[in-house]
């Protein structure tokens, strides 16, 4: 597996990693794994999905699905 090492940040940066990574009950190590991660998947296109399943589960009726080129925007719930 590939390794990624990350210089010169701010101690700033990395005390608010820390306390990052302790609210979500992981490692720092693990806390930026999972921001990159985050940062680089394409958005779930929740269309799609809708339409995949659709087909899988739904009746013989016709399902009209329209897509949306708009960005998909984070939910925040704070």
Do not use: C, Y
């Amino acid at each position: 597996m590939p390794t990624l090492n990350l210089r010169n940040i701010s101690m700033e940066t990395h005390r608010a990693l820390k306390a990052l990574a302790a609210q979500h009950g992981r490692s720092v190590e693990a806390e930026v794994r999972k921001i990159v991660e985050d940062a680089v998947q394409p958005p779930l296109r929740i269309g799609s999905e809708l339409a995949d399943f659709w087909k899988k589960h739904g009746t013989d009726e016709d399902l009209v699905v329209t897509r949306s080129d708009e960005p998909v925007r984070k939910v925040s719930f704070e």
